[in-house]
């Protein structure tokens, strides 16, 4: 009985708790409808993983990460497809949808055409990003930015 | 080529990596880049199940048609889930532009039948 008096208690607090922050996560929950962001992920050599960066970074991306790894492609897959080494490069880049189609032929010239720059890219798109700061940064909106008198 | 790939992301423990392309390239998948990572726990919780947590983790990223999605989820999760050793963790993730793929493996996206 003690059990489930202490279940109907703590039903009460949840419902309290969430009547009153409710409303304010309501409040400032905003739906990006137009130019949503996502994050491109290329995958090149690592020679070239800086090249790519700031050819990304030319398309308004203000945050790009790059890891280190390696492919897993078999000898005999790498030696079909013209490469050499495994060691690769992992960019991660946040990037506004409307700069998407740009990039992707961009680089897709580029994977095509420069030596040893060869690679894979694709996009995934956001569902979400907390705070307005942190989503005019990534999507290099200046105009919310307030000016330092 | 919209709508036609996945990414699956695998994390397992350092070391499981291969296993996880292994799985994954029996069905059909190309090849993935793998990447080294640290993991957290919350070392409350390892306490009470009874299992730990190695933080050194590796990073399976595998670009896959459609067609065989569920098909490398799911040897990845008999060969290097939860309940073996690898400790891995697969989740895909919907793709929505795709470049630099080899015209091979663009082919045995647009038909999966000839994969088999």
Request: aromatic share 6%.
């Given at each position: 009985?003690?059990?489930?008096?202490?279940?109907?208690?703590?039903?009460?607090?949840?419902?309290?708790?969430?009547?009153?922050?409710?409303?304010?996560?309501?409040?400032?929950?905003?739906?990006?409808?137009?130019?949503?962001?996502?994050?491109?992920?290329?995958?090149?050599?690592?020679?070239?993983?800086?090249?790519?960066?700031?050819?990304?970074?030319?398309?308004?991306?203000?945050?790009?990460?790059?890891?280190?790894?390696?492919?897993?492609?078999?000898?005999?897959?790498?030696?079909?497809?013209?490469?050499?080494?495994?060691?690769?490069?992992?960019?991660?880049?946040?990037?506004?949808?409307?700069?998407?189609?740009?990039?992707?032929?961009?680089?897709?010239?580029?994977?095509?055409?420069?030596?040893?720059?060869?690679?894979?890219?694709?996009t995934v798109p956001l569902s979400s990003v907390i705070g307005t700061l942190?989503?005019?940064?990534?999507?290099?909106?200046?105009?919310?930015?307030?000016?330092?008198? | 080529?919209?709508?036609?790939?996945?990414?699956?992301?695998?994390?397992?423990?350092?070391?499981?990596?291969?296993?996880?392309?292994?799985?994954?390239?029996?069905?059909?998948?190309?090849?993935?880049?793998?990447?080294?990572?640290?993991?957290?726990?919350?070392?409350?919780?390892?306490?009470?199940?009874?299992?730990?947590?190695?933080?050194?983790?590796?990073?399976?990223?595998?670009?896959?048609?459609?067609?065989?999605?569920?098909?490398?989820?799911?040897?990845?999760?008999?060969?290097?889930?939860?309940?073996?050793?690898?400790?891995?963790?697969?989740?895909?993730?919907?793709?929505?532009?795709?470049?630099?793929?080899?015209?091979?493996?663009?082919?045995?996206?647009?038909?999966?039948?000839?994969?088999?």
């Amino acid at each position: 009985m003690s059990e489930i008096k202490a279940a109907r208690l703590r039903r009460k607090k949840v419902e309290a708790a969430t009547e009153t922050s409710a409303p304010e996560l309501v409040a400032g929950r905003n739906t990006v409808k137009s130019n949503r962001l996502k994050l491109l992920i290329t995958v090149v050599g690592r020679s070239k993983a800086e090249y790519y960066a700031d050819l990304i970074q030319s398309l308004d991306v203000n945050m790009q990460v790059t890891a280190f790894g390696h492919g897993t492609a078999d000898a005999k897959m790498l030696v079909l497809l013209g490469l050499d080494n495994s060691e690769k490069a992992v960019i991660f880049s946040i990037i506004q949808e409307n700069k998407v189609p740009e990039a992707v032929s961009m680089l897709e010239e580029k994977f095509k055409t420069i030596k040893d720059g060869k690679g894979v890219a694709f996009t995934v798109p956001l569902s979400s990003v907390i705070g307005t700061l942190i989503f005019s940064f990534l999507s290099n909106t200046r105009i919310t930015v307030k000016e330092d008198k | 080529m919209d709508g036609k790939y996945e990414a699956i992301f695998c994390i397992v423990n350092a070391g499981y990596s291969e296993l996880v392309m292994d799985a994954a390239k029996e069905v059909g998948a190309r090849g993935g880049t793998v990447i080294h990572a640290r993991g957290t726990a919350n070392k409350e919780a390892e306490q009470y199940f009874k299992i730990t947590i190695q933080p050194e983790k590796d990073i399976v990223m595998i670009l896959v048609p459609l067609s065989i999605k569920d098909a490398v989820l799911h040897a990845i999760y008999k060969s290097a889930g939860l309940k073996t050793e690898g400790q891995g963790i697969a989740f895909s993730l919907h793709v929505d532009d795709v470049v630099g793929l080899s015209p091979l493996s663009l082919s045995n996206a647009e038909n999966p039948e000839q994969n088999k």
